[in-house]
């Protein structure tokens, strides 16, 4: 129970210390930030991307157990003040606030057009109520949508991303990637983007060992497996494919 309890403990941790960096970085860049003044005619746009999350479930006391999460991002541009407005249906216990206005400040300087009188509604919608523990990942999906928004274009419906959106236009490293893969290719995916360096992830295999006959020991052991092998083995034909910059990752969306 001990190494089962350490092997949950450690993913947790892996997603907590992605988040952490993430939230870091964003309040280092906003307290620097300068708002322009300049504000020019609201835009009229709509887009929507997959998103994906890992949700944690509980499944017996002490016991708790992670999965993936497939959900839709509806991007909404209407004339206004420059505010972003967040809605979910159902309830989703995600955080959605830095990383849409994160979105929304990448796409203005992706498209040089400005959103100050422009206000963005952020709908994300699930199957059902899901509790996700990784809301800062589905940024560079949501960066997408508002970009395709601003642009009045559609993206793929068969590609997936799981990355952090970064002020400097980088994509930010997530945990849970192989939930969040298996999750994708279950709903169709072909290609499944990820940050740079995340495209091999770590796992915790259980290994039984008997100690005396009759006496059986469960430990966990760290492997690391690509991801394009482990949805193989899984019977998925998806591409994995890891990118650095929204703008590489808009080019795809795009094709």
């Known amino acids: 129970r001990l190494g089962e309890d350490l092997g949950a403990v450690k993913q947790q941790s892996e997603l907590l210390q992605n988040q952490l960096s993430y939230y870091r970085a964003q309040a280092d860049y906003y307290s620097r930030l300068l708002r322009p003044g300049s504000a020019y005619t609201g835009l009229i746009g709509k887009s929507s991307v997959s998103i994906v999350a890992v949700q944690q479930i509980e499944q017996a006391p002490l016991a708790t157990a992670y999965k993936g999460v497939v959900m839709t991002a509806l991007v909404e541009l209407r004339s206004g003040e420059g505010r972003l407005l967040i809605n979910t249906q159902p309830k989703v216990g995600i955080d959605l606030q830095t990383s849409g206005r994160t979105a929304v400040l990448v796409a203005q300087n992706i498209t040089g057009v400005s959103m100050m009188s422009t206000d963005v509604i952020l709908t994300v919608m699930a199957d059902s109520d899901v509790d ?3 809301g800062p990942s589905a940024g560079a999906a949501i960066t997408v949508a508002v970009i395709a928004a601003i642009r009045n274009q559609t993206v ?5 991303i799981s990355g952090t ?8 490293p997530v945990g849970g990637l192989n ?12 290609i499944f983007l990820v940050p740079k360096g995340q495209s091999v992830v770590t796992l915790y295999k259980p290994i039984e060992r008997q100690l005396i006959p009759g006496v ?3 430990v966990y052991e760290t492997v690391r497996v690509s991801l ?28």
Do not use: C, H, W
Not at 165 to 172: A, H, L, R
Not at 180 to 190: F, N, P, V
Not at 234 to 251: A, C, D, F, H, M
């Open 132 to 134: 996700v523990v990784d």
């Open 156 to 160: 793929r419906r068969d590609i997936f």
């Open 165 to 172: 959106m970064n002020p400097d236009q980088t994509i930010g």
């Open 179 to 190: 939930y969040k893969a298996l999750a994708a290719a279950e709903k169709g995916a072909t």
């Open 216 to 218: 059986t020991i469960v």
């Open 228 to 255: 394009e092998n482990l949805l193989m083995d899984q019977g998925y034909r998806v591409t994995v494919r890891e990118v650095s910059t929204i703008q590489e990752v808009y080019l795809i969306f795009a094709k």
